[in-house]
């Protein structure tokens, strides 16, 4: 992010400034509505997310995290940590009983630092949007538009291994990892019993563990056959 000092004659936003970036938009589903209902219970609730989250600075500093309201905001230069801190952003906040959606886009993406303003005019994050936007299910998808390196399907015996998942027609992020497999598919179970009036997002959430700990690989077609 550039940061620049008041000077009327100096052009703010620069086309040349531009840099390509992959953005994440992940809404926190349910929250908003909790923050004109509770609002120091959800204060408590981010707090809790940010202090876990903060791990993650030492081990992704090339991921930047801003939080708005009920949505995350992740951008950086590599798809790679990006998907990764994605990962851990669905493994904390449904630690914490919630789900998101969200979508990743990449383009071309300023961001100026003018104190005390923050501008940001982004091609992904309008994409990521849109995409988010025509979600029916709590899953973070990736646009279409975004080329995935063949080894990210190719040579993992283990859905749960996987960064992506291929499912329902979409490449979505993957809400598991080694350190939380089972213990997601327990959690939303508990959701579904509490909250039965979300059953339609909790009952695909589970279809999606069920899928992940199968021996089918969740992968796209053309890579089906390499898999098995």
């Known amino acids: ?5 008041h000077d009327e004659d100096k052009r703010i936003l620069n086309p040349a400034d531009a840099q390509e970036k992959y953005v994440a938009f992940v809404d926190i589903l349910g929250i ?3 923050v004109l209902r509770a609002f120091d219970t959800v204060l ?3 707090e809790n997310l940010l202090r876990s989250l903060n791990l ?9 995290l801003s939080l708005y309201s009920d949505s995350f905001l992740l951008v950086s230069s590599h798809l790679g940590p990006l998907v990764a801190v994605t990962q851990a952003v669905h493994m904390q906040t449904l630690m ?20 005390p303003h923050l501008i940001m005019v982004s091609e992904p994050l309008v994409k990521a949007v849109a995409l988010e936007s025509s979600l029916g299910n709590p ?14 399907w190719e040579g993992y015996e283990r859905n749960l291994d996987r960064g992506l998942l291929y499912f329902g027609g979409q490449r979505i992020v993957n809400p598991m990892n080694i350190a939380w497999g089972q213990s997601a598919g327990t959690r939303v179970t508990q959701m579904l019993h509490d909250h039965p009036e979300y059953r339609d997002k909790y009952e695909w959430f589970l279809e999606l563990y069920q899928a992940v700990f199968s021996p089918v690989p969740m992968v796209p077609p053309k890579f089906f056959q390499a898999e098995i």
Request: net charge negative.
């Open 1 to 5: 992010m550039q940061e620049l000092e």
């Open 32 to 34: 908003s509505a909790n």
């Open 44 to 46: 408590e609730t981010y």
């Open 56 to 64: 993650l600075r030492n081990v992704r500093p090339d991921v930047a």
């Open 96 to 115: 914490w009983d919630c789900l998101v959606r969200g979508g990743i886009a990449y383009g071309r993406h300023l961001e100026v630092s003018l104190p």
């Open 139 to 152: 899953c973070v998808a990736l646009h279409p538009d975004i080329a995935v390196p063949d080894s990210w």
